[in-house]
């Protein structure tokens, strides 16, 4: 039976995550103990990501992303490249958002402005719309990707001819 492992959609994940080093590096973690936390977090990011996907999609799509093995980590179907960069730019949004919230939360500690080396409103303005820029090319793929046919990506045509009023 085809199917497709998370480890490679987490790959693709960790690909886009490379540069920030904080998503691997965890305080008093030895390597194989942050990768397995980096595991988990993107275990967690796969699912919100095919909960978009799937909320997005219409219901006769023949891709089914809930069709899934948590046991095995693993699709019971096989993803084309296009769908697994799909669910990896849609993780890598939801990090993205974590990480605003994060910076919400420091809002919240009234520093005086005397003692602040950096301005956290601007880096919430500036991480703010690096998110809005990340979740718009990430909603003109997926709006790409739903206007085609999953395997000859040809561009889905409305069957005029089953929708005439005589058939009624």
Do not use: G
């Given at each position: 039976?085809?199917?497709?492992?998370f480890?490679?959609?987490?790959?693709?994940?960790?690909?886009?995550?490379?540069?920030?080093?904080?998503?691997?590096?965890?305080?008093d973690?030895?390597?194989?103990?942050?990768?397995?936390?980096a595991?988990?977090?993107?275990h967690?990011?796969?699912?919100?990501?095919?909960?978009?996907?799937?909320?997005?999609?219409?219901?006769?799509?023949?891709?089914?992303?809930?069709?899934?093995?948590?046991?095995?980590?693993?699709?019971?179907?096989?993803?084309?490249?296009?769908?697994?960069?799909?669910?990896?730019c849609?993780?890598?949004?939801?990090?993205?958002?974590?990480?605003?919230?994060?910076?919400?939360?420091?809002?919240?500690?009234h520093?005086?402005?005397?003692?602040?080396?950096?301005?956290?409103?601007?880096?919430?303005?500036?991480?703010?719309?690096?998110?809005?820029?990340?979740?718009?090319?990430?909603?003109?793929?997926?709006d790409?990707?739903?206007?085609?046919?999953?395997?000859?990506?040809?561009?889905?045509?409305?069957?005029?001819?089953?929708?005439?009023?005589?058939?009624?």
């Amino acid at each position: 039976m085809p199917m497709t492992s998370f480890k490679k959609v987490y790959e693709a994940f960790y690909n886009k995550m490379e540069e920030d080093s904080s998503f691997f590096n965890y305080f008093d973690l030895n390597e194989k103990q942050a990768m397995a936390l980096a595991a988990e977090r993107a275990h967690t990011y796969l699912v919100e990501a095919i909960a978009i996907i799937e909320l997005k999609k219409e219901v006769d799509e023949t891709a089914d992303f809930y069709d899934y093995d948590d046991e095995i980590l693993a699709f019971n179907w096989d993803l084309s490249k296009v769908e697994i960069n799909l669910l990896a730019c849609l993780m890598y949004e939801q990090e993205y958002k974590r990480q605003y919230s994060k910076l919400k939360a420091f809002e919240m500690q009234h520093v005086p402005s005397t003692l602040q080396v950096f301005s956290p409103a601007n880096e919430r303005k500036t991480v703010k719309a690096l998110i809005e820029d990340i979740h718009a090319e990430n909603m003109t793929m997926l709006d790409d990707y739903l206007s085609k046919d999953r395997v000859t990506r040809k561009f889905k045509t409305l069957e005029y001819d089953s929708l005439s009023e005589d058939d009624s």
